[in-house]
């Protein structure tokens, strides 16, 4: 059966604000949905997230707005009528990832009537993906960026009644569209966004590309959102921001970060808060303060290295030195001994000798991190580093192995420190591996594995460090914590 829409008509009666806008678009789309399904329609809908917390989060938010359409959460994409990707481009294969899996599904869109396949997040930030999408893969049929996650529903809209591909990338924006809904993956944890964008301009990096510039989000609505998520049994919250440490240089007399960070951390009912990524070019002795005198803080820190050689980092464009690196991480494990400091790599960037990379392993030896992520070079197209002369493959290799070692050894050293210990830990799963064992994060993030009932995940319990296992621990659960703040898990 044919709807007969008067497309043009209802656009021109939307809402010109938002995110007004945007929900007349989601009852238009929940009207045709109702209406399809008396056709036999199914109305599922599928997210997968192929990137970073910052792409969780946009997932949340489009399941959120798919649901308020009419559509119901499957995890199975044989049996879903729109299949989202929110994807990723930092490094190339992530790129290779998201064609397998859409290659992949063109079986299923030509068996099932009216499919929906779509694509957001960074990688369509790139002209040249989005012409090989248009171009390879005719049945993907909805493409937006970054920058109107917001839009689904009037995109989605568009797509449904003209039966035309929607495609619709903005280059930046200044708009921060607030109040849509967003559907958590755990209901006991939640990730709210501090800003978006970065103004870094690491010279390897893609992030300011896709993600545009760093824009702040007003401080009253974030610390809104962080009431509404406890006040719907949130224990834990995390601040996303490409760098948190520069939260509300772009908006006149903005709060701080660290004013930003105790202001969440005091919020009544707050067990636990964590934020990523803070950038060792500007960490205050301030934010360090707030960390010691808010418990409620997370003891982890992700400090990325990059590089511990003060040319390479120069040419990075990174504003840190290995020695002031260093200086930061001793004035850390001074000033918070129970802080677990993570990393992140990069191995092989252009221009980099064995004696660059000799700089790198001496800082991974001194800092002694919990956990370090290792990263191959990878060259993006558009950035400046992309012009550097490169690093023959077969050195990068061998480089990336035998820092990879060391890396291990130094944090599995590290996994010991509490051994024994009894400490607070939020449950967040049932362990996939072990039957009848439970899967929790003390408060610096590394792992517990314990045996317990399916019912205590979601609150926080003690439990007893009895074994190490290098990366994660084994223990016993002590006592049992009298708080049923325990809810359903789903996924996106
Ligand atoms: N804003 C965060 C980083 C986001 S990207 C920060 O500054 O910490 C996450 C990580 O991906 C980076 O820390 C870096 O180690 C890695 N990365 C970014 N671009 C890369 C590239 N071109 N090749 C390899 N790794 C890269
Ligand atoms: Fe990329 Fe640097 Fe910005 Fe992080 S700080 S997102 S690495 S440009």
């Known amino acids: 059966m044919d709807y007969i829409i008067d497309f043009k008509e209802i656009v021109e009666q939307a809402p010109a604000e938002e995110p007004a806008r945007q929900y007349y678009f989601m009852d238009r789309v929940r009207e045709l949905v109702e209406m399809k399904k008396q056709e036999g329609y199914a109305a599922h809908c599928m997210v997968e997230v192929m990137g970073c917390q910052m792409s969780a989060k946009d997932g949340e938010k489009l399941l959120g707005i ?14 879903a009528d729109v299949v989202l990707f929110t994807t990723c481009t930092v490094r190339e294969n992530a790129n290779m990832k998201l064609y397998g899996r859409v290659g992949r599904l063109k079986h299923q869109y030509e068996r099932r009537d009216g499919m929906i396949i779509g694509i957001t997040g960074c990688m369509m930030q790139e002209k040249d993906e989005v012409e090989g ?30 039966g035309k591909r929607t495609f619709e990338v903005l280059e930046d924006t200044k708009l921060i569209v607030e109040e849509l809904p967003s559907d958590r993956r755990y209901r006991f944890k939640g990730a709210v966004n501090i800003s978006y964008g970065c103004n870094n301009f690491c010279t390897y990096c893609i992030v300011p590309y896709v993600r545009g510039r760093e824009k702040s989000r007003n401080a009253t609505a974030i610390l809104r959102e962080c009431e509404q998520l406890i006040a719907d049994g949130c224990l834990e919250i995390t601040l996303l921001g490409q760098n948190v440490n520069s939260y509300g240089n772009d908006i006149p007399g903005s709060t ?8 969440v951390a005091e919020l009544p009912g707050l067990r636990r808060v964590r934020y990523m990524t803070s950038n060792p070019k500007d960490l205050s002795d301030e934010l360090i303060e707030v960390m ?3 418990p409620n803080i997370e003891r982890h820190i992700h400090l990325p290295l990059q590089s511990g050689s003060s040319a390479i980092l120069k040419r990075m464009n990174r504003h840190y030195t290995k020695e002031s690196y260093l200086a930061l991480v001793e004035k850390i494990r001074r000033e918070l ?8 790599i990069i191995v092989g960037f252009p221009g980099e ?14 800092a002694q991190f919990d956990a370090a992520y290792t990263f191959i070079y990878s060259k993006r197209t558009g950035t400046p580093a992309a012009s550097y002369e490169q690093v023959p493959e077969e050195d990068v290799k061998d480089r990336f192995d035998r820092l990879l070692k060391i890396v291990q050894e130094s944090s599995a050293a590290n996994e010991t420190r509490d051994l024994g210990k009894t400490m607070e830990v939020l449950v967040e799963d049932e362990n996939k591996n072990q039957e009848g064992y439970l ?30 296992k290098g990366f994660y621990y084994f223990g016993e659960l002590v006592g049992r914590q009298s708080e049923a703040q325990y809810c359903e898990t789903g996924s996106i």
């Open 133 to 162: 999408i248009r171009k390879r893969y005719p049945y993907v049929r909805l493409v937006f960026g970054t920058h109107n996650v917001y839009k689904l529903a009037e995109l989605l809209y568009q797509t449904l009644v003209t």
């Open 439 to 468: 899967t929790g994060r003390l408060s610096n993030s590394v792992l517990v594995h314990f045996p317990g009932p399916k019912e205590l995940i979601g609150t926080m319990q003690m439990v007893k460090l009895t074994e190490s």
């Open 66 to 79: 798919l649901e308020r359409c009419g559509y119901t959460v499957t995890e199975d994409d044989r049996d």
């Open 256 to 263: 701080s970060f660290p004013e930003l960070l105790a202001a």
């Open 292 to 294: 010691k005198t808010h």
């Open 353 to 366: 000798t064995e004696a660059d990379f000799q700089d790198t392993v001496e800082v991974v030896q001194q």
């Open 337 to 344: 001994p129970e802080v677990a400091l993570t990393t992140d």
